[in-house]
């Protein structure tokens, strides 16, 4: 039996059923569908019966809809589950398994319906969102991947590079069919993300759509076909490619040549190094491992410092000649070798010249560039920038404070650098109060940056972050110097001072008439010290009436919630039931997320 009009009749009983019968009456579509229901009915006397039922649904009122309705449902489901094909013609074959099977996880349906609307809807803080997820794991899932897949289509480009580079690559091999089954090698931005996400899950798959995108592909898609080349073969085309007009594919090529290191792929790198305005073959001599790339660098950043130590502060190549110096120097960082580490030592005797031939920038960008390169570069280079951290600006001391974390132990970290917050304190109202204070403010962020704690409301880590081990000396200090920030990053638990410090500026908060987000990292910092009261303050919180971002505070505290251990929910929940009923809805869910948390 040919059932496409019986189908056609289904699909409006269903929306119909859904939208309520008192809209049944009078239905255009399904009134379209009683000729060919009849003229069928001439053939087969089922069609007329469905013919005479769908008029009866036309023809109703609102009291008589019901009936009309469902009688016609009945039939027509009847007529389909007898007559209708539930298979195809031909021989079975078995399907073709990529990759592993991917079965649902036990994610809350909050968590996965707010994960996908920040992968494929607009504004801003989706980035956060999809970086927060990540701890709560609910990738690979089935019901995400096609919102991560769109993604790769959107507009933000930071949300579409995360989702490619860290949220598509957990499904592996698997969903290989279906980004091909979309990839168009002649496409733009989403497809130049396809190409680099086939070649993440599938290299060996993934290297006939590289050529396919070499030989006529897109900018876009060319680009990224061109970074994933490694192949030593592969090195006379991309030679050829060093020389495109684009300066992003001639970018592309030289990354790549600095990655194969042949000695052909390196005597290409180095002779672009040499030339004067090849920004491109600079930003690829980082990675060079050749000894000819090392030995260009060298030999050109020699040049460029003999070049601006010549040139007078109102030159019109000044500005030329600096960046070119400090683009070397970037060149020449990680790198640990006895040249490369003479070379610095002898800028860094000069580095007061140097810092007076800047051009156009500020804050002695020249000189920062010879300390940051030092700070990389060897134990050696790094004691001589140490031992003179109390000569440097701020920023100077930032670096200085850098290389003494890849180094020292915890407690030589603080018997340098402690000073600092000590002596702010002291010229809290003194001559030079502004400048001791910025760079004590220096020391504490640096602090905060390599500490190990991780936000709770936005925990993606960068993969590059660098931990390090802080003397337990810091959080007294931090409490003595009134270092709100400092404290709360690197409180610990049982530790009495820091309870009572953090509890006095959450009583503070409290009692104040807006929010603020001291408030929300006090709360946080109280939560990860286990801190007794911590589910009490949390609550008073939430109680508390925000004029402004509602939406906002209750998304935070709700976050806040998940990390609290499940004998706070006796609590919460009692807070809940306090609270009016549409202020308690914006938290039932993560209340009933932590209760059912393994």
């Known amino acids: 039996m040919s059932i496409p009009v019986l189908a056609q009749v289904y ?91 991917i079965t649902p996880k036990r994610s809350p349906a909050s968590l996965l319906k707010t994960v996908a609307a920040a992968m494929t809807n607009t504004g801003s803080g989706r980035l956060e969102i999809i970086q927060e997820s990540l701890e709560r794991n609910p990738f690979p899932d089935p019901r995400l991947l096609g919102p991560a897949i769109d993604a790769l289509d959107g507009s933000y480009y930071e949300v579409c590079d995360f989702v490619e580079a860290k949220v598509l690559p957990q499904y592996g091999k698997s969903i290989v069919p ?95 190094i040499r030339k004067p305005r090849n920004h491109q073959a600079l930003k690829a001599a980082k990675l060079g491992k050749h000894p000819a790339v090392l030995a260009a660098v060298l030999e050109e950043a020699e040049k460029a410092l003999a070049d601006l130590l010549a040139t007078k502060p109102k030159d019109k190549n000044l500005d030329a000649r600096s960046d070119r110096l400090r683009a070397l120097l970037t060149a020449l960082e990680e790198r640990s070798d006895k040249k490369t580490e003479k070379l610095l030592l002898g800028m860094y005797e000069q580095r007061e010249a140097i810092s007076k031939l800047e051009g156009s920038t500020t804050y ?73 204070a910025s760079k004590a403010e220096t020391v504490s962020t640096a602090l905060i940056n390599n500490s190990a704690v991780v936000d709770m409301l936005y925990d993606y880590a960068p993969d590059d972050r660098r931990v390090v081990e802080l003397d337990p000396r810091w959080l007294d200090l931090a409490i003595e110097t009134e270092d709100l920030q400092l404290v709360i ?32 990292e006090i709360l946080q910092a109280l939560i990860r010290i286990e801190h007794p009261q911590a589910t009490e303050y949390l609550t008073q919180a939430m109680k508390k009436k925000v004029k402004y971002g509602v939406s906002y505070y209750s998304g935070v505290f709700s976050r806040l919630i998940g990390n609290l251990p499940k004998s706070a929910i006796p609590q919460l929940e009692a807070c809940l039931a306090e609270m009016d009923e549409a202020d308690a809805d914006r938290y039932i869910v993560a209340v009933a997320d932590l209760k059912n948390r393994a």
């Not at 090195?235 to 000695?263: M, N, P, W, Y």
């Open 11 to 101: 699909d409006e009983v269903r929306r119909l059923s859904i939208a309520g019968s008192s809209v049944a009456c009078g239905d255009f579509r399904l009134k379209k569908l009683i000729p060919p229901l009849q003229k069928a009915g001439e053939k087969a006397p089922v069609f007329a019966k469905v013919a005479e039922a769908v008029s009866g649904v036309v023809d109703s009122d609102e009291k008589s809809a019901p009936a009309a309705l469902l009688s016609l449902s009945t039939l027509i489901n009847a007529i389909l589950y007898t007559q209708g094909e539930t298979g195809a013609e031909g021989k079975l074959e078995p399907i073709k398994l990529v990759g592993e099977g």
């Open 364 to 436: 002695h960008a020249n000189g920062l560039s010879i300390l940051r390169c030092m700070a990389t570069c060897s134990k050696k280079t790094r004691d001589q920038l140490i031992a003179n951290h109390e000569s440097y600006d701020e920023f100077g001391l930032d670096v200085a404070i850098d290389a003494a974390m890849r180094q020292e132990k915890p407690k030589e970290i603080y018997e340098l650098f402690h000073g600092y917050l000590v002596a702010a304190k002291n010229l809290k109202k003194g001559k030079g109060s502004a400048k001791a």
């Open 178 to 272: 279906l980004i091909v089954e979309k990839f168009d090698h002649k496409g733009g931005a989403g497809d130049a993300r396809r190409l680099s996400l086939l070649h993440r899950v599938d290299p060996k798959g993934a290297d006939k759509y590289v050529r396919y995108a070499l030989k006529d592909g897109s900018k876009e898609v060319k680009i990224v076909a061109i970074a994933k080349l490694r192949d030593p073969e592969d090195v006379t085309f991309l030679i050829e490619q060093s020389a495109a007009k684009a300066a992003d594919v001639r970018e592309a090529a030289f990354l790549a040549l600095a990655e194969i290191g042949s000695d052909e792929a390196a005597a290409t790198l180095a002779e672009g």
């Open 489 to 520: 990053e690197i409180a610990r638990p049982k530790h009495q001072g820091a309870q009572d410090y953090l509890e006095t500026h959450a009583q503070k908060y409290l009692k104040g008439k807006s929010e603020s987000y001291e408030m929300i």
